[in-house]
């Protein structure tokens, strides 16, 4: 997982901040933000080379999972397309894109720490704050923070379905 984590970070990482608690990094969120968002042909065809480096550099994960292991997480990871966030428009937007909080701090208000100053930033630019969760169990605590479901995606070959939750600050 680390290869792979490390792989996705590297290709999202202009588009996105990494944001941390403090240089333990008991909580760690990827946010990406929509204006940063490859707008040009050029600059597609950039991210599309970006994503197909990345892929090619996580094959030592083949050792672990296998060929056919690797195959089937592509295929999965390629379903859980965000293009649902087309329902916003042009809106600008902030995609929570992942949030990991260190197992030994989990149940410590280390997600709070993360996605307040998040939706601060959201609620004083109006814009909105978006995310996908795969994990059921991950719903309440994202709607203790006013995001609401607003598509449930059956994921192909698999038993997952991606949970998509927006976050809309007052006055939008």
């Given at each position: 997982?680390?290869?792979?984590?490390?792989?996705?970070?590297?290709?999202?990482?202009?588009?996105?901040?990494?944001?941390?608690?403090?240089?333990?990094?008991?909580?760690?969120?990827?946010?990406?933000h929509s204006e940063r968002e490859a707008?040009?042909?050029?600059?597609?065809?950039?991210?599309?080379?970006?994503?197909?480096?990345?892929?090619?550099?996580?094959?030592?994960?083949?050792?672990?999972?296998?060929?056919?292991?690797?195959?089937?997480?592509?295929?999965?990871?390629?379903?859980?397309?965000?293009?649902?966030?087309?329902?916003?428009?042009?809106?600008?937007?902030?995609?929570?894109?992942?949030?990991?909080?260190?197992?030994?701090?989990?149940?410590?208000?280390?997600?709070?720490?993360?996605?307040?100053?998040?939706?601060?930033?959201?609620?004083?630019?109006?814009?909105?704050?978006t995310l996908e969760t795969q994990t059921?169990?991950?719903?309440?605590?994202?709607?203790?923070?006013?995001?609401?479901?607003?598509?449930?995606?059956?994921?192909?070959?698999?038993?997952?379905?991606?949970?998509?939750?927006?976050?809309?600050?007052?006055?939008?």
């Amino acid at each position: 997982m680390n290869i792979f984590f490390h792989r996705y970070i590297e290709m999202l990482y202009p588009y996105c901040d990494l944001l941390t608690i403090s240089d333990n990094f008991e909580a760690v969120a990827l946010v990406f933000h929509s204006e940063r968002e490859a707008g040009t042909l050029r600059s597609k065809v950039k991210y599309m080379k970006q994503i197909v480096c990345a892929i090619i550099r996580s094959l030592p994960i083949c050792r672990f999972i296998g060929i056919h292991g690797f195959v089937r997480g592509i295929s999965i990871l390629l379903s859980m397309s965000s293009s649902w966030l087309s329902m916003l428009g042009d809106k600008e937007y902030m995609h929570l894109d992942m949030l990991v909080v260190q197992e030994q701090y989990r149940g410590q208000g280390y997600v709070s720490k993360v996605i307040q100053p998040l939706l601060f930033e959201c609620r004083s630019r109006n814009i909105f704050c978006t995310l996908e969760t795969q994990t059921l169990s991950n719903l309440p605590i994202y709607e203790h923070y006013q995001f609401r479901t607003v598509k449930v995606i059956s994921l192909p070959n698999s038993s997952l379905e991606q949970y998509c939750m927006v976050y809309t600050p007052a006055g939008s």
